[in-house]
């Protein structure tokens, strides 16, 4: 049906770990006509008793440690997949920031009990998932009875947010050093849809919405003045 594939650089062990723990479990999952699918109740709890590690997560406009730290990757592919499957999108929410393995507008972030990603499967014919994280790079594809019609994604930049500068001292630097402890990065305000092709040659526009990520501050260090 469709398939999609991202590369996440830079990933820390746990990440990479909590990633690869996530598709495995996802790998093979059956989704019948008409049922909903969740990404919390088929992989979550994410926790360490599920074999879950501590990662980062974004919370708040910044990026703090959690367990299962990195399945947001799991659920940005799933809505890819969703979207190019042309099925349902039942429940989606955007990170608080831009993230660096998909564009603006085409990610999607869960957290248990709070946030989750579903969609339904309209198809008339069950869904098979499939999933696998090979290094730093994850697979996922959909596989059905029906080809889906043709469908591509659209974004329109409504607005940039640039970034900022803090300053933090720390009397453990070198006299008059500074260090970079968090680059930053800009945020932005994105308008997302979709173009259907049907098997005439139709061209339908689904809008998804507006999405608005927030920037971070770039956090700099200074030393003791000389």
């Given amino acids: 049906m469709a398939a999609y594939k991202a590369t996440l650089p830079d990933p820390i062990q746990n990440e990479r770990y909590n990633i ?109 998932i499939w999933a696998k994280n090979t290094g730093d790079t994850l697979y996922m594809a959909f596989y059905g009875q029906k080809k889906p019609p043709r469908v591509r994604w659209h974004h329109e930049t409504l607005r940039d947010i640039q970034t900022w500068t803090e300053y933090h001292y720390n009397p453990t630097l070198p006299t008059g050093s500074q260090r970079v402890v968090m680059p930053g990065q800009a945020g932005i305000v994105v308008r997302s849809w979709i173009t259907i092709e049907t098997a005439k040659g139709e061209i339908i526009r689904k809008d998804l919405g507006v ?15 000389a």
């Avoid at 008409?34 to 590690?53: D, H, I, K, L």
């Avoid at 919370?59 to 349902?88: H, M, P, W």
């Avoid at 927030?214 to 030393?223: A, L």
């Fill in 20 to 128: 690869a723990l996530a598709a495995d479990m996802l790998a093979g999952t059956v989704v019948q006509p008409g049922e909903v699918f969740s990404q919390n109740r088929c992989v979550g709890p994410y926790t360490q008793a599920r074999g879950f590690r501590a990662g980062p997560t974004y919370s708040g406009g910044r990026i703090t440690t959690t367990t299962g730290g990195g399945v947001c990757k799991i659920a940005s592919l799933l809505y890819n997949v969703a979207v190019l499957s042309n099925v349902e999108i039942v429940e989606r929410h955007p990170h608080s920031l831009t993230v660096p393995y998909v564009p603006p507008g085409q990610d999607a972030t869960v957290s248990y009990g709070t946030y989750d990603f579903r969609f339904r499967n309209n198809t008339g014919g069950p869904i098979l």
């Fill in 211 to 225: 999405d608005s990520y927030d920037p971070s501050p770039r956090i700099v260090e200074k030393g003791p003045r």
